[in-house]
């Protein structure tokens, strides 16, 4: 079906149970995700930014299948599995090849005992796909996509620098042909002027083999350079959705303006606080930190409202001070 989105977010909640110490130690559940709605088209570019622990590596493992959710999530009209649903043998290996991940650190998500050919191999093996010949093919075609030489095969993860690595984890990645790649914090482990190569090997890649991006990460310029879509998070909430040179250039939110501020550089460091240290609330959650309260921030029930003109991109914003 043309109009089934690639990736639907559907009243996606999550929280982790967590048991105390001691004898009479009592489970604690942390809501995480409160209600997330969001869609994905086909060879999009779609970045989710916020503050460290509001959620977005929860949202990026339940998208991958790899944590439990309440609500819906498909991938190409394919369930991911849920909380109510296990996931069959055969389901995983086909959500596999229509999603994969790349996440922060490089080295621990390659196997330190293998070469760099056998990683990139492991895929096809797995899915059973094409002969000895027609795998080596593929790899070399994979490490010439990401910028490495084939003779890099060769070589062991820990023979290579952060960058390489990152890319050895990108072609892993590609391994699959997959239509969308999760992408956690890609570039946060990196030296600045690498993470700004990683980042235009992910635009050349999504132009090349119209792979849609879900880019995860706490820096709104590193966002906005890459996507075209931007959702920002907040305490587990998306607090404001739109197009990247509106949320950009005028955030409806104020929180959307403390990450600006905080975000000085294209890859600068960041001063942000910790999102998830306070309880969750149906009112406003930024309100203990916005400096533009007003009385009905604490009264009126917070939700995502549509701020576009007639006809413009939709541009949601959670807050209730249009004026500011
Ligand atoms: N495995 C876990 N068990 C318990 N709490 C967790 C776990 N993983 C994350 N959390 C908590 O959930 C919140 C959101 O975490 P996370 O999704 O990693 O945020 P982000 O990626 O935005 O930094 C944080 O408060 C974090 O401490
Ligand atoms: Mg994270």
Redesign the pocket.
Known sequence: MADTPLLSIENVSNA?T?RAYGLFGRKEV?P?LDNVNLELGSGELFGLV??????????GRSILGLIDYKGLITIDGMPQRNSFDRLNRRRQLTLARKVQAVFQDPLASLNPIKRVGEILEEPLKIHRLGDKWERNHRVDEALNLVGLDPSYKARAPRELSGGQRQRVCIASALMLSPKLIIA?EAISALDVSVGAQILNLFQDLHHRLGLALFF?S?NLNVIYYLCDRIAV?YHGQIVELGVADAVYNAPAHPYTRALLAAATTILGEDSTGNA?DSTPTLFCRYAPRCPSLCPACSTALSKLVNIAPPNAPPHFTRCLRLDI
Request: aromatic share 6%; with cysteine.
């Open positions: 982790y967590s942390k995480v916020g503050e460290s622990g509001c959620g977005k590596s929860t949202l956690d995860i706490h998070m998830s």
